[in-house]
Structure formats: C-alpha cells, structure tokens
C-alpha cells in the first residue's frame, strides 16, 4: 500500500491530533484531483486492476473466470475479497459446485498462489417482483452470499476505490444485498458476464440474466452496473498444444486436468468480466445505457443512452485475454519463485 493509501485507510479510525494538518493531507491523498492519477480509471471502465473484487459463480468447469482471478490476483491485479459459490440453471447442486470450487482454491494455494480466500455456499431463490414493482418493498433472502458482499464492502471498499462485485451466473446476490442495505451501491460496482448486444442496446438475458429477471433490474437500476456482453472463443485460453508448456506445480496441473471440460461455448466464457476489470486493453468498445424498466422477449433491456447510468461492453480482445493468462502461467514469480 502506498503511503496515501496507507492515509486514507487509517483516517477511517485514527485520532485526529491536529484537524487542520490532517485534513491537508487528506484532502492531498484522497480527493479526486490527484495528478498521480490515484483514483483515475485505467482504460475505459470505472473500475480497474486496483479495485478488490468479490467473484461470483455456480459452475467451477465450464470456464476460467476462477483461474483468472486468482492468477491475477497474484500478478498485479485485482486483490481477491471473496468467492460466492451458488447452484443455478446447468449447475443446481451447491454442494457439488462447492466442492468442485475448495478443490480449487486447495490446488492454487498448494501452487503457490496467495490471498485466496474459501469459497461460501449461498442458496437463494429468485427475488420476486412485488405487485406495485417497488423495487425496495421486496423481500430479500438474507443469503450467505449476500452477507459476504455485505462484509466485504464493509472491509475493502474506499471511496475512491469501491469494491467490485464480479458475476458470472445470477444477480440475486448483488441485489438481494441491496435490499438488506441500500446504502450498498455506494460502496460496490457490479460487474457481469451476462445478457447479449442488440441493435439499441443489450438484453439482460441468456447467459446468465435468464436466471433472475427481477435481481437483473433490481441491480441495473440500483448499482453503478457494467455488463459485459461480449465474448470470444475461450477454448483458445488453453489448447491442448500448449500444455505441455504449462510450469509444473499443483494449480496448473489443476488447470490441465480441467482443459477438457471446459465448454466449447462462446457465452460460457465468464472470465470476460474479470478480464474486463483487470486487463485494461481487453476491452475494445462500450456504450453508455440505462435501464428503463421495459422489457423485450421476457427479458429486461438495456437501452444505449449516451448519459446513462451503466456501461455495456460491446467488443473485447481474447487475443489479449489469452496473453495475459499465460504471461502468468509461465512467470514464476506469479507462484512466489523469484
């Protein structure tokens, strides 16, 4: 931590001996002028590799968005706060997912990787749209995977550095968190592997939006909200000719063993909302979009505003996904060598 960082941190609970010097400073370390570019974005989303992120997920297969977090996480990207494991469309079972998610976290830690945390279970239904659409009159879950976002935000999010909380399955966490406590989106970004790009704008459908239409609008309109509805060819991250050039440790050989299961899907591809965060060059174009309440084919929209609220990724780079990952594989320093 840098020494501003270090100062805007302890100003949340040290003694303030001397107001006006200490106000100085702060104002010198945390305001939003800085020449440094301290709390400036890097690349073309509000959040980037500097901001703690919570993942959440159901499957642990079918693509690398774990992977990804938890090599960036120990190769100067986002610090890792939490995994939230949930059972949703191809993967109901929680308990297997979870399981499939602790052998992961196990083989990284053996390999060497740090500042991975357990993954938590969260079992929550469908939020439910109450009768007059009140968005605050539903009743939330209370889930785990809430709580955790709850905590984490407590914990990890400054000012000029919120948390982001990253989705690759439903939203009902993200919004049902909101509902214990609306002061969240003041802490939390969101942002979502989810939905697909449409003519004036995107649906908040298949992959991922599907599973929770009401979460989905409870979040879009609640949050600062980037959905992430471009993907590419994940089978290219890790093709088989290239194993045998993966290091030797225990999360890479995690990571062979799990190659073949990895879905020849290009909208499986729930790593792009990590990438996303922390590869600034990764994403290619966005378009600024609200969301109205309107729906289309059953599904929430987003339409393209050029003042609204959220942020819809519209093209990436896998090529730049791709070099990134195996610029970590293959530099020791990514497992603690020197």
């Known amino acids: 931590m840098t020494l501003a960082g270090f100062i805007c941190h302890r100003s949340k609970s040290a003694k303030i001996v001397r107001p006006v010097l200490v106000l100085s400073l702060l104002l010198g370390a945390c305001g939003g002028t800085l020449d440094a570019g301290w709390d400036e974005p890097r690349g073309k989303l509000p959040v980037d590799a500097r901001n703690p992120i919570v993942i959440c997920n159901d499957g642990y297969s079918d693509n690398w968005q774990g992977e990804y ?10 610090p890792l706060a939490g995994i939230i494991v949930t059972g949703n469309g191809n993967w109901p079972d929680v308990e297997e997912n979870l399981a499939g998610w602790q052998q992961m976290v196990d083989e990284a830690r053996q390999g060497g990787l740090k500042g991975i945390p357990d993954p938590v279970a969260s079992e929550g239904a469908p939020l439910v749209q109450p009768s007059d659409g009140n968005i605050d009159a539903t009743v939330p879950n209370q889930s785990e995977g809430a709580r955790l976002i709850l905590d984490a935000a407590d914990r990890f999010s400054l000012p000029y550095r919120p948390l982001v909380v990253v989705t690759g399955a439903t939203l009902t966490d993200v919004a049902d968190a909101y509902l214990m406590d609306t002061s969240l989106p003041e802490r939390v970004v969101v942002v979502s592997s989810l939905g697909t790009v449409t003519s004036d704008g995107a649906e908040m459908g298949v992959p991922n939006g599907e599973l929770d239409q009401w979460a989905d609008v409870i979040v879009a309109q609640k949050f600062r909200y980037v959905q992430v509805s471009a993907y590419y060819d994940q089978l290219t991250d890790v093709p088989s000719s290239l194993l045998p050039q993966l290091p030797v440790n225990a999360f890479t050989s995690w990571i062979q063993s799990k190659q073949s299961d990895v879905w020849d899907n290009q909208l499986a591809a729930d790593q792009v909302g990590v990438a996303a965060v922390a590869i600034p060059e990764f994403v290619s174009s966005i378009d600024r979009v609200v969301q109205d309440g309107e729906e289309s084919s059953d599904f929430p929209m987003l339409f393209n505003d050029p003042n609204g609220p ?26 603690g060598s020197p």
């Open 69 to 78: 977090a938890m090599l960036l996480a120990n190769s100067g990207g986002p």
């Open 310 to 335: 959220a942020w819809l990724v519209t093209g990436v780079s896998g090529a730049v996904a791709t070099a990134r990952l195996w610029q970590m594989l293959l530099d020791p320093a990514t497992f």
